[in-house]
C-alpha cells in the first residue's frame, strides 16, 4: 500500500508540473478560462467551436442512473464529438471539493455538481469560476448566488424508500424499518457526513420520528436503533452492492428511480419506490458550478449550457450524421436541453417554474414516484444541515 | 567490535566511504520526502489553528470522547484481528513448514498474492459471501445454521475481524516461516532421546525458541490491521468509529472549518501508536536474533 502511495505520488508530482500551461490556452480573442457568459464566445456557435477544439470534458461523481445523467453525457459526447471522463461514479459531494484541492491540474474535474453543505467551503476556497448560463434569469434567486454566479441549483427530489418487491413485508413508512421482517435489509446511500443524499436520509428519519428539519438527533437515535436490532446493513447503498445481494431496501431520491428500476430489471430483480408516509423530505436542489481550474474552460462552460438549456429536442439514439454536421448553434437547438433530461431522470429541474409557462417542459416518466398526500414537504436549510454534519462527525462513527 | 569497524572507516578516507554511502541516496531521498517530510507536515497543520495562530486545540479536542472512542474501537479491532490471525497463521506456517518442497513454495505463493489482498473489492468479496444474503449465509442457513439469527453481523468489529483475516492471515504466514525454518530436527531428536514428551519439546523447546519471532510477527499483524481504510470503509460506510475512517471523513467532509486540524491531530495520534508498536516490533527482533 505504501509503496503504490509513494509511486502514485511521484506520478502525479510530474503531472501536476506539466499541464498548466495547456490549461490556461485562450481561443482566438476569447479567454475560455475567464469567460462569463456565452456572450464571450460570441454565442453558442463559438462555444461549440470551442468546445470542439478541446474535445476532452472532465466531469466527476455522476452516476449514469442518477437523474438521467447516463443520457445527459452520452448525448453531449455525441452531439458535440466530447469524450468525457467521469471520475469515481459513486463519490461524494466532499470528494469533488476534495479533488479539486488535491488533484493534479490535468485530472481536475472541470464541473462539479455538489450538495450545498459542501458550498461554505468550496466558496471559501474560492474554488469555482464566475458564470451565468444563458437562462440565468429561470433559476430561483434563493437557489443561485446572486451575486457572483458560482454556484446555481440544477434540480431537486425526494427521499423515497426503494425496495426488491421480493422481500416479505412491503415498507410504507420511515418507522416500519424497525420491524424485524427487515434484518439484515436496509442500507443508506454512504456516509452522511460525506454525501447529501445519505445526509437528507438521516433527516427524513429525523422527521418521521419526531424531530425536524431543524434537529437531526431523532434521525441519528433512529439509525441507531436500526443498527441494534440488525435491520441496518452499513453498506453503500450503490448497485453492485445491490447486486451482490447486501441490501434490499434503500433511502434514495425518488429520481433515481427510473434509471434503478431499469438497472435491477437487468439483474432480473423487481423494485418499487415510495414516498413513506411519515415524512416528504424534498432535497434542497444539488448546485451546479464551473471549477476555476478547469482543464477544458470551454467545454466546462458548454455542458452548463447544455445542463441548463430547456429546449425539447433529440436523444442521443436519435442523433443522426446529418444532425451531427448542422453549425454549432443549430446542433445545440436540436437536442434535448439538459433541464428536461432532469424530468425524464424523474427530477424536478430548478427552472421547471419557467419551463412550465412556457410549455417548454416535456413529460415525467411514468414509473416516477412522488407524494400526492396531504402533508407539506419539508426541506432543510443550508444552516441547519451544516449544524446537523458538525453533530454527525462524532456521533456516526459511534452509531 | 565497534570501535574497530569505525578506525577501519575513518582510515579508508573520506572519499571512497562517501561512495559506499552513495546507493543510499535514492533511499534516503524517497524516505525523506515519503516518511520525514509528511510527518512534518501533519504534525505542523495539526497546531495550525488557522489565521496564523498555532496551539493545540485540536489535541484538546482529540482527547475527547468520541474521538478516543475512535482510538479505542481501533485499538481492540488490531489486537484481536492480530492474535487470531496471528494463532492461525503460526498453526498454518507450521504445517506447511513440515509439509513437502512443492505445497510449501506454492503456500509462499499463494500467501504473497493474498497478503497484499485487500481494499473494496475484499470488502465486496465478503459481501457477496457472508452478507446478511450472501451465498454461504444463505446455504448455512440452508443446512439449519442461521448465524445472522445467532447475532453474527459482518459489519460490525467481529466482521471485520473475519475480513482482515483473509490477508492477516497469509501475512503472518510470510513473515512467521522464515523463524521456522532456523528450527533444528537435532533439536527434536536430542528432546526424544533424553526421554522428553511431545509436549514437554512444545512447551520448553518449541515455544521459547519462536516467541519473540512470534511476537514479531503479530506486531506486524497489529500495525497493518491498524492502518487499513479502503476495506473498513467499504464495509461500515464510516458506522464503526475506526480512526482512519474519523480521518477519512473529516477530511473528506470537510464540514467543520474551525475543526480543520483534528484530522491532522488524530494522524500524530496514529502516528505516535505506529511508532510504540515498531518500537516494541524492533525489541522482539532483537530478542528472536539474540537467542
Excluded at chain 1, 133 to 158: E, F, H, M, R
Amino acid at each position: 500500500m505504501r509503496k503504490h502511495f509513494a509511486l502514485g505520488a511521484v506520478a502525479a508530482m510530474v503531472v501536476a508540473i506539466l499541464p498548466v500551461a495547456v490549461s490556461s490556452a485562450s481561443f482566438g480573442a476569447v479567454k475560455a478560462s475567464t469567460a462569463t457568459s456565452v456572450k464571450d464566445f460570441g454565442g453558442i456557435a463559438g462555444l461549440v467551436t470551442a468546445c470542439k477544439k478541446e474535445g476532452k470534458l472532465n466531469v466527476i461523481t455522476l452516476p449514469r442512473d442518477w437523474a438521467n445523467y447516463g443520457e445527459a453525457m452520452d448525448l453531449f459526447s455525441k452531439a458535440f464529438g466530447v469524450k468525457i471522463f467521469n471520475d469515481n461514479p459513486d463519490g461524494s459531494s466532499a470528494y469533488e471539493i476534495q479533488t479539486i484541492k488535491t488533484a493534479p491540474a490535468s485530472k481536475q474535474p472541470d464541473v462539479v455538481d455538489v450538495g450545498v453543505s459542501v458550498l461554505d467551503d468550496a466558496v471559501g476556497n474560492d474554488l469555482f469560476a464566475e458564470y451565468r448560463v444563458a437562462t440565468w434569469n429561470s433559476i430561483p434567486n434563493n437557489w443561485k448566488d446572486t451575486l457572483n454566479a458560482k454556484y446555481y441549483g440544477d434540480y431537486a427530489g425526494q427521499i423515497a424508500i426503494m425496495y426488491d418487491t421480493s422481500i416479505p413485508l412491503a415498507p410504507k413508512s420511515i418507522k416500519d424499518l424497525l420491524k424485524p421482517e427487515f434484518k439484515g435489509l436496509v442500507a443508506i446511500s454512504g456516509d452522511p457526513t460525506q454525501a447529501q443524499q445519505a445526509l437528507m436520509s438521516v433527516f427524513a428519519a429525523s422527521v418521521a420520528n419526531g424531530g425536524s428539519t431543524s434537529n437531526i438527533q431523532p434521525g441519528i437515535d433512529f439509525f441507531k436503533q436500526l443498527k441494534a436490532n440488525g435491520n441496518f446493513v452499513p453498506v453503500n447503498g450503490n448497485t453492485a452492492n445491490f447486486a451482490a445481494g447486501a441490501y434490499k431496501v434503500v433511502l434514495n431520491w425518488n429520481f433515481n428511480g427510473p434509471g434503478t428500476v431499469a438497472a435491477a430489471k437487468q439483474l432480473g430483480k423487481d423494485v418499487k419506490f415510495i414516498i413513506p408516509s411519515d415524512a416528504v423530505l424534498q432535497g434542497t436542489p444539488y448546485m451546479q458550478a464551473i471549477n476555476k481550474t478547469a482543464p477544458n474552460p470551454a467545454c466546462a462552460r458548454l455542458w452548463e449550457e447544455f445542463m441548463y438549456s430547456q429546449n425539447k429536442g433529440k436523444i442521443t439514439s436519435q442523433l443522426t450524421s446529418a444532425d451531427l454536421k448542422l453549425p454549432g448553434d443549430k446542433l445545440f437547438a436540436a437536442i434535448l436541453g439538459g433541464q428536461n433530461i432532469f424530468i425524464t431522470g424523474g427530477a424536478t429541474p430548478i427552472e421547471f417554474p419557467a419551463m412550465v409557462a412556457k410549455k417548454l417542459n416535456v413529460a415525467p416518466p411514468a414509473s416516477i414516484t412522488s407524494y400526492a398526500g396531504k402533508m407539506a414537504a419539508v426541506t432543510p436549510s443550508q444552516d441547519s444541515q451544516a449544524a446537523a454534519k458538525k453533530i454527525l462527525v462524532a456521533a456516526w462513527p459511534n452509531l | 567490535m565497534t570501535s574497530m569497524k569505525e578506525a577501519t572507516t575513518r582510515k579508508s578516507g573520506g572519499f571512497s566511504s562517501l561512495l559506499k554511502t552513495l546507493p543510499l541516496a535514492p533511499f534516503s531521498l524517497v524516505f525523506i520526502f515519503f516518511f520525514c517530510w509528511p510527518i512534518f507536515q501533519i504534525v505542523k497543520n495539526s497546531l495550525d489553528q488557522g489565521k496564523g495562530h498555532y496551539g493545540l486545540s485540536a489535541y484538546r479536542l482529540m482527547f475527547t470522547k468520541p474521538y478516543m472512542h475512535a482510538f479505542a474501537t481501533s485499538l481492540q479491532l488490531s489486537f484481536f484481528s492480530a492474535l487470531t490471525a496471528g494463532l492461525i497463521g503460526a498453526v498454518v506456517a507450521f504445517y506447511v513448514h513440515r509439509s513437502s518442497a512443492g505445497l510449501k513454495s506454492t503456500i509462499a505463493m499463494l500467501s504473497g498474492v493474498l497478503a497484499n489482498s485487500g481494499g473494496v473489492p475484499l470488502a465486496f468479496m465478503f459481501i457477496a459471501a457472508f452478507g446478511a444474503q450472501g451465498g454461504i449465509v444463505t446455504i448455512l442457513k440452508k443446512l439449519g445454521f442461521d448465524i445472522y439469527g445467532a447475532g453474527f453481523t459482518l459489519y460490525s468489529l467481529t466482521g471485520l475481524i473475519l475480513v482482515y483475516s483473509f490477508f492477516q492471515i497469509p501475512l503472518m504466514v510470510l513473515v512467521f516461516t522464515p523463524a521456522l525454518e532456523g528450527m533444528r530436527n537435532e533439536w527434536r531428536e536430542a528432546n526424544n532421546s533424553l526421554g522428553g514428551s511431545n509436549f514437554q519439546f512444545i512447551r520448553w523447546v518449541l515455544i521459547p525458541v519462536l516467541f519473540p519471532a512470534f511476537l514479531a510477527s503479530v506486531l506486524l499483524l497489529f500495525a497493518s490491521a491498524f492502518s487499513a481504510f479502503a476495506t473498513a470503509r467499504a464495509l461500515t460506510g464510516g458506522s464503526v468509529g475506526l480512526v482512519p475512517l474519523v480521518i477519512g471523513s473529516l477530511i473528506d467532509g470537510n464540514v467543520i472549518t474551525d475543526q480543520a486540524n483534528l484530522g491532522d491531530a488524530l494522524a500524530v495520534g496514529m502516528v505516535v501508536v505506529s511508532g510504540v508498536v515498531m518500537l516494541f516490533y524492533g525489541f522482539s527482533l532483537r530478542w528472536a536474533r539474540g537467542r
